[in-house]
């Protein structure tokens, strides 16, 4: 018997049995606040020191949630996993990104203070962390997955992804990742994505509508859900390749039940006239993009 157990079950065994001391009933009421009983046992017995929530927060909070930090205390233990995934994953993406949080978990909370920050969200907490700070590269280009230093999501963006009847929809998109390939003359550009209340979605809706079957091969790299080849539904608009700047037919688009997004394209590369040409024409677009209307997300580790 560990020495684990064996505390748990002298705790019990006192409750039960000492007079004057509350019940299980009322330990479990008090358990996040300050009274007696088996809660509050179990908060001074197991959840102290490190292993504390508040002084978990503080700790990440002096280092800035960085993301490879909380990756490794929650391969730590099952109990600092249990925090990760509880309190401290949700703490590091509301910090790092708290506008495009805000419009995911919709109007009950608009990041100012005046409401408590989501507990839930649509995927889970460490699938949307994971998604803000890690690229899932291609795993069929042998490019592998990575910690990016820097990411964007723009709205602006994931509207070219979306198809002329689900308009209406909003999607958070990146920038693509570039990476070059061994004995490829383009470089492939690797981008993921959320939606906002998928469920409730156009994009949803057509999929079922048209009986798209989920892809047998392929899984969500964030949350491991199974997934929509948006390719084979023939839902990828032409403005996707012309916002990626990539040769039509040379794109890879996938959506999961829970509404995380990733793909691949192989990207053009310019040449000189055409990038002069693009500086001279494509300013009014650029400004667009970049616009303060816009609710983009800029993420850094």
Same mark, same amino acid.
């Given at each position: 018997?560990?020495?684990?157990?064996?505390?748990?079950?002298?705790?019990?065994? %006192?409750? %039960?049995?000492?007079?004057?001391?509350?019940?299980?009933?009322?330990?479990?009421?008090?358990?996040?606040?300050?009274?007696?009983?088996?809660?509050?046992?179990?908060?001074?017995?197991?959840?102290?020191?490190?292993?504390?929530?508040?002084?978990?927060?503080?700790?990440?909070?002096?280092?800035?949630?960085?993301?490879?930090?909380?990756?490794?205390?929650?391969?730590?233990?099952?109990?600092? @996993? $249990?925090?990760?995934?509880?309190?401290?994953?949700?703490?590091?993406?509301?910090?790092?990104?708290?506008?495009?949080?805000? %419009?995911?978990?919709?109007? $009950?909370?608009?990041?100012?203070? *005046?409401?408590?920050?989501?507990? @839930?969200?649509?995927?889970?907490?460490? $699938?949307?962390?994971?998604?803000?700070?890690?690229?899932?590269?291609?795993?069929?280009?042998?490019?592998?997955?990575?910690?990016?230093?820097?990411?964007?999501?723009?709205?602006?963006?994931?509207?070219?992804?979306?198809?002329?009847?689900?308009?209406?929809?909003?999607?958070?998109?990146?920038?693509?990742?570039?990476?070059?390939?061994?004995?490829?003359?383009?470089?492939?550009?690797?981008?993921?994505?959320?939606?906002?209340?998928?469920?409730?979605?156009?994009?949803?809706?057509?999929?079922?509508?048209?009986?798209? *079957?989920?892809?047998?091969?392929?899984?969500?790299?964030?949350?491991?859900?199974?997934?929509?080849?948006?390719?084979?539904?023939?839902?990828?608009?032409?403005?996707?390749?012309?916002? &990626?700047?990539?040769?039509?037919?040379?794109?890879?688009?996938?959506?999961?039940?829970?509404?995380? &997004?990733?793909?691949?394209?192989?990207?053009?590369?310019?040449?000189?006239?055409?990038?002069?040409?693009?500086?001279?024409?494509?300013?009014? %677009?650029?400004?667009?993009?970049?616009?303060?209307?816009?609710?983009?997300?800029?993420?850094?580790?």
């Amino acid at each position: 018997m560990s020495e684990g157990t064996r505390n748990t079950r002298q705790l019990y065994g %006192s409750s %039960s049995s000492g007079g004057g001391g509350t019940g299980i009933g009322e330990g479990r009421d008090g358990r996040d606040g300050d009274g007696g009983g088996i809660g509050a046992a179990r908060g001074s017995g197991v959840n102290t020191g490190i292993l504390d929530e508040h002084v978990l927060s503080l700790v990440f909070r002096s280092i800035n949630w960085d993301p490879q930090a909380v990756c490794t205390a929650s391969c730590v233990s099952r109990r600092l @996993r $249990a925090v990760a995934e509880r309190v401290l994953w949700r703490e590091l993406c509301i910090s790092r990104a708290p506008r495009m949080v805000a %419009s995911l978990a919709g109007a $009950a909370w608009g990041g100012g203070g *005046a409401a408590p920050p989501p507990r @839930r969200i649509v995927g889970g907490w460490p $699938a949307l962390a994971k998604m803000l700070f890690f690229c899932c590269g291609a795993a069929g280009s042998g490019v592998p997955g990575h910690f990016t230093r820097m990411s964007r999501f723009s709205k602006t963006s994931g509207r070219s992804f979306l198809w002329r009847r689900c308009r209406g929809d909003q999607l958070y998109l990146s920038d693509p990742c570039e990476h070059a390939v061994a004995g490829a003359a383009d470089d492939l550009g690797a981008y993921r994505g959320v939606f906002r209340g998928f469920m409730r979605s156009r994009t949803r809706a057509c999929l079922v509508g048209r009986q798209a *079957a989920l892809d047998p091969r392929v899984r969500c790299p964030y949350c491991g859900a199974r997934v929509w080849s948006m390719v084979a539904a023939g839902m990828v608009p032409r403005t996707a390749w012309r916002r &990626l700047g990539c040769l039509e037919g040379r794109l890879e688009y996938y959506v999961c039940v829970s509404g995380h &997004l990733h793909g691949n394209c192989w990207l053009a590369r310019l040449t000189s006239s055409e990038g002069e040409h693009d500086g001279d024409s494509g300013s009014d %677009s650029d400004a667009s993009t970049q616009g303060g209307s816009d609710d983009d997300g800029h993420v850094a580790l």
